[in-house]
C-alpha cells in the first residue's frame, strides 16, 4: 500500500512498542477502507524509519503520547492514500498507472539539484532504514496525488490578475533586483615571483594595446585568457557587487557601458575587462515576476482545496479506524 508522504516530511513522533505488547499482538487490523484493510504490521514497517529517526533526536516531554498521537496521524495519510487510489480507479483504466520511469526522473532530477550520487543515496536511505523501493512507492503515490489534483481541484482554479497585484504590492521586498554589470574579461595568471610578474604584466600591456587598435576582445581572449569562459570570448554574465575581486569591481561598475579597462593588476595577476551592459538595482517588474506569482498564490489554493475536496471524499467511502 502506498504511503502519502507530501508535505509530510517533519514529522514529530513515533511509534513505541513494548516488548511485551509485541509478543502478546503479533498482527491485527487497524484500519478498514471500504474492502481493503491496514494491518498493524504494514503500519509498523512503514513508519518504522520515521520513528528512528525521531527516537534519535526527540528531546521534548511526555514522549509516548505524542508518539502515539503521531502514529495516528500517521495512519490517517495513509488512509488517505488508499482513497486517493480508489477515487482515481473511478477515473477510468490506466487512470492510475504510474510509470517507474516517471518516478525514477523524479528521484534523478533530486539527485541532481542537490549533486548527490545514486551511490550517496542509496547509503543515506540504508542508514535511515529505508531502501529505494519503498521511496519509489512514496513518489509514486505523489504523482498519482498530484494527477488526481490536476483533475479534481486545480482545473477548477482561478488565479486573477488583481490577486497577483495584490500579491506583489504586499511582498515587493521578495522582488528587488541587485546592482549588476554584464562583462567580458581576459585574466592572465600570475604569481608572486618578481619577474615573472613583470613579465606577464607586459603581455597584458601588449594585448590592451591590440584591443585600443581595434583587435577583436573576444578573439584575444579565446587565444590568450585563462580565465572562465575564455572559449565564449571571456564572456562571463552578469555579476552582481561582492562577487568578483575589489579592484576588478570598481572598474566594471565605474566604466560605462561599451568601454575597455585598463590593465587591472591583482594579487593572482592581470586581468583587462570589457563592459558589455549594466542593469540597476530597484523592483523588478510585474511583468518579469507574473508567473512565478501566478505559482506561489495556485499553489496556496491548491492545498486549502485539497483540504477540503479529501473531506468531502472520506464522506463517500467506509472508514474504520482500529489502531
Request: aromatic residues 6%; proline residues 2%.
Amino acid at each position: 500500500m502506498k504511503i502519502y508522504k507530501l508535505f509530510f516530511t517533519a514529522m514529530l513522533a513515533l511509534l513505541l512498542l513494548g516488548a511485551a505488547a509485541a509478543a502478546e499482538v503479533i498482527d491485527r487490523i487497524v484500519a478498514v477502507v471500504n474492502d481493503e484493510v491496514i494491518t498493524l504490521s504494514e503500519l509498523n514497517r512503514a513508519f518504522e524509519p520515521y520513528a528512528k529517526n525521531i527516537d534519535d533526536t526527540y528531546q521534548g516531554p511526555d514522549k509516548e503520547a505524542m508518539l502515539r498521537k503521531t502514529q495516528a496521524a500517521f495512519l490517517q495519510r495513509m488512509i488517505d492514500q488508499m482513497l486517493i487510489e480508489q477515487e482515481a480507479k473511478k477515473v477510468g483504466p490506466g487512470f492510475d498507472a504510474i510509470k517507474d520511469e516517471e518516478v525514477m526522473g523524479v528521484i534523478n532530477n533530486m539527485l541532481a539539484k542537490n549533486d548527490v550520487s545514486m551511490e550517496t543515496y542509496l547509503k543515506k536511505l540504508a542508514a535511515e532504514g529505508k531502501t529505494l523501493e519503498t521511496v519509489k512507492k512514496d513518489i509514486k503515490g505523489q504523482l498519482l496525488r498530484m494527477k488526481l489534483l490536476r483533475r479534481e481541484v486545480q482545473s477548477k482554479i482561478l488565479v486573477t490578475d488583481q490577486e497577483i497585484g495584490e500579491y506583489y504590492d504586499k511582498h515587493r521586498q521578495d522582488y528587488e533586483g541587485k546592482e549588476a554589470v554584464h562583462i567580458k574579461l581576459i585574466f592572465l595568471p600570475a604569481g608572486t615571483n618578481k619577474a615573472t610578474r613583470k613579465s606577464v604584466s607586459e603581455q597584458a600591456r601588449q594585448l590592451h594595446a591590440r584591443i585600443l587598435k581595434g583587435e577583436s576582445f573576444e578573439m584575444l581572449a579565446a587565444q590568450y585568457s585563462q580565465g572562465p569562459a575564455a572559449a565564449q570570448g571571456g564572456d562571463i554574465g552578469f555579476v552582481e557587487r561582492g562577487v568578483i575581486l575589489p579592484e576588478v569591481e570598481q572598474a566594471a561598475f565605474s566604466l560605462p557601458v561599451g568601454q575597455i579597462s585598463g590593465v587591472i593588476e591583482t594579487e593572482t595577476g592581470f586581468q583587462i575587462i570589457a563592459v558589455v551592459d549594466k542593469r540597476g538595482a530597484g523592483l523588478k517588474p510585474i511583468k518579469v515576476v507574473r508567473e512565478e506569482i501566478k505559482a506561489t498564490i495556485e499553489e496556496e489554493k491548491i492545498s486549502k482545496k485539497y483540504d477540503e475536496w479529501i473531506v468531502e471524499v472520506r464522506k463517500k467511502y467506509f472508514i474504520d479506524v482500529r489502531l
